[in-house]
Nanobody, 123 residues
Framework: QVQLVESGGGLVQAGGSLRLSCVDS????????MGWFRQAPRKEREFVGG????????YYVDSVKGRFTISRDNAANTLYLQMNSLKPEDTAVYYC????????????????WGQGTQVTVSS
């Protein structure tokens, strides 16, 4: 059974860093893609970035390019989101998700989701 578990969220000052982890406890880690999304209060869920399991190519929303980096550890069935130079507008619940389609930015194109981890960036 697929179960994605995120961790690593917390409270950080603006300019700081956090690394989020997403463990595929179902130990499949054989998806076409994995992605990170975030959702702030009263806002829609937003694509942050994704990675292809076929090519290892990564994709990011413009607002995080150059600050966030997605990586994975296949042996540990873990996906990471390294977040640097954090800004207050990065405050949100962050989710990892997996799926089989080639559409990275559309949350409806993901099949499984984690429970989310809160990231709060103070100014």
């Amino acid at each position: 059974q697929v179960q994605l578990v995120e961790s690593g969220g917390g409270l950080v000052q603006a300019g700081g860093s956090l690394r989020l982890s997403c463990v595929d406890s179902g130990r499949t880690f054989s998806w076409y893609k994995m992605g990170w999304f975030r959702q702030a209060p009263r806002k829609e869920r937003e694509f942050v970035g994704g990675i292809s399991f076929i090519t290892s190519a990564t994709y990011y929303v413009d607002s995080v390019k150059g600050r966030f980096t997605i990586s994975r550890d296949n042996a540990a069935n873990t996906l990471y989101l390294q977040m640097n130079s954090l800004k207050p507008e990065d405050t949100a619940v962050y989710y990892c998700a997996t799926g089989y389609s080639s559409d990275y930015a559309n949350p409806r194109e993901y099949d499984y989701w984690g429970q989310g981890t809160q990231v709060t960036v103070s100014s």
